[in-house]
């Protein structure tokens, strides 16, 4: 099965990536994956991390919740708006908003709906309201707690993008995205529950990179709406955890690994990984030889101040959003 999503010329030229992970998309499709036992090696320690948040939600929240989003099978486009890549209030601010005619064509992809869901579809104002808290509460539990993780995740995979973007061009770029995707100009061919076209014609293509898209990419329903694919971020068993425990928790040995990395060349290399580097590259930045490079590397990763991901042979070395405020504070070379 395979989704073909056709380019023109000024479709190649309109390719977007997001700038952060998108927070509604990544609250839908993780509510498809923490009920459900794939991908254990890589969600099962999240799974345990966030159960106990999950367990405070008011039961009805989360029934409701994987009504819309189940673990299998299409889900509303209106639960993931354009206006998320904005933020979390400004995407549910677009969920709250949709017409009362939108809901009720979208919830129609879903099987049929239980009797205490129906107020959704006629667009009651209290169901709406209701949504809006579940939606809030489940991402506070489930998403919240990784969303520095996210952010490095989604950083490191647009600085691989971008540095294919000028080293082989627009096409060269996505016939490295996969290995679930494809290039056969003018043709991106994407693994897919189902064979489906969908034709860009001028309006270019969202590319957004996500935690917990899981296999194969995603894409909304409606070929009206403006075109995007949601696509799994390299990621390994350890994705969810921060520098010396769980993310968003301090990590105990946080204090004496920060002054680690207080020499003037460890601030260096922080210096030089800013718009992203290889280790080879850091080393000729640094002027230092390159196993020495790559010991510094380690030690800013354990410190939680950058992120490494590796593309075949190359490992592409870039900040995280506690390294990039460090630099901001202290912006003198």
Same mark, same amino acid.
């Given at each position: 099965?395979?989704?073909?999503?056709?380019?023109?010329?000024?479709?190649?030229?309109?390719?977007?990536?997001?700038?952060?992970?998108?927070?509604?998309?990544?609250?839908?499709?993780?509510?498809?994956?923490?009920?459900?036992?794939?991908?254990?090696? =890589?969600?099962?320690?999240?799974?345990? /991390?966030? *159960? +106990?948040? $999950?367990? %405070?939600?008011?039961?009805?929240? #989360?029934?409701? !919740?994987?009504?819309?989003?189940?673990?299998?099978?299409?889900?509303?486009?209106?639960?993931?708006?354009?206006?998320?890549?904005?933020?979390?209030?400004?995407?549910?601010?677009?969920?709250?908003?949709?017409?009362?005619?939108?809901?009720?064509?979208?919830?129609?992809?879903?099987?049929?709906?239980?009797?205490?869901?129906?107020?959704?579809?006629?667009?009651?104002?209290?169901?709406?309201?209701?949504?809006?808290?579940?939606?809030?509460?489940?991402?506070?539990?489930?998403?919240?707690?990784?969303?520095?993780?996210?952010?490095?995740? =989604?950083?490191?995979?647009?600085?691989? /993008?971008? *540095? +294919?973007? $000028?080293? %082989?061009?627009?096409?060269?770029? #996505?016939?490295? !995205?996969?290995?679930?995707?494809?290039?056969?100009?003018?043709?991106?061919?994407?693994?897919?529950?189902?064979?489906?076209?969908?034709?860009?014609?001028?309006?270019?293509?969202?590319?957004?990179?996500?935690?917990?898209?899981?296999?194969?990419?995603?894409?909304?329903?409606?070929?009206?709406?403006?075109?995007?694919?949601?696509?799994?971020?390299?990621?390994?068993?350890?994705?969810?955890?921060?520098?010396?425990?769980?993310?968003?928790?301090?990590?105990?040995?946080?204090?004496?690994?920060?002054?680690?990395?207080?020499?003037?060349?460890?601030?260096?290399?922080?210096?030089?990984?800013?718009?992203?580097?290889?280790?080879?590259?850091?080393?000729?930045?640094?002027?230092?030889?390159?196993?020495?490079?790559?010991?510094?590397?380690?030690?800013?990763?354990?410190?939680?101040?950058?992120?490494?991901?590796?593309?075949?042979?190359?490992?592409?070395?870039?900040?995280?959003?506690?390294?990039?405020?460090?630099?901001?504070?202290?912006?003198?070379?």
């Amino acid at each position: 099965m395979v989704l073909r999503v056709h380019f023109t010329g000024e479709d190649l030229s309109r390719i977007r990536f997001a700038g952060a992970p998108d927070p509604l998309w990544e609250t839908v499709l993780s509510l498809a994956l923490v009920g459900t036992g794939r991908g254990r090696a =890589v969600f099962d320690p999240w799974r345990a /991390r966030v *159960r +106990a948040g $999950l367990a %405070r939600l008011p039961r009805w929240h #989360l029934r409701l !919740l994987r009504h819309l989003a189940p673990p299998v099978g299409d889900f509303p486009d209106f639960l993931t708006p354009q206006e998320a890549s904005g933020g979390m209030t400004a995407g549910l601010d677009a969920v709250l908003a949709t017409p009362r005619r939108r809901l009720r064509e979208e919830l129609a992809v879903l099987p049929a709906a239980p009797a205490w869901a129906r107020p959704l579809a006629d667009g009651d104002r209290a169901a709406l309201a209701a949504l809006g808290e579940a939606i809030r509460g489940y991402h506070h539990a489930a998403v919240a707690p990784v969303w520095p993780r996210l952010r490095a995740l =989604v950083e490191a995979e647009r600085a691989v /993008r971008a *540095r +294919a973007l $000028l080293d %082989r061009g627009s096409q060269g770029m #996505l016939g490295g !995205l996969g290995p679930a995707m494809r290039w056969k100009a003018p043709v991106l061919e994407v693994d897919y529950p189902r064979e489906r076209d969908i034709h860009l014609e001028g309006r270019g293509l969202s590319l957004i990179p996500s935690a917990f898209c899981w296999r194969t990419p995603v894409t909304l329903i409606d070929p009206g709406l403006s075109p995007v694919l949601v696509y799994p971020v390299p990621r390994g068993p350890e994705w969810w955890t921060a520098p010396g425990g769980p993310a968003g928790a301090p990590a105990a040995s946080g204090t004496r690994t920060l002054a680690k990395v207080l020499g003037p060349t460890r601030a260096a290399c922080l210096r030089a990984i800013e718009d992203g580097c290889t280790t080879g590259e850091l080393a000729r930045r640094t002027g230092v030889a390159e196993p020495t490079a790559s010991q510094h590397a380690t030690t800013l990763r354990e410190a939680g101040l950058s992120a490494s991901t590796r593309h075949g042979n190359t490992v592409l070395h870039v900040l995280t959003p506690l390294g990039a405020a460090l630099l901001r504070a202290n912006p003198g070379r």
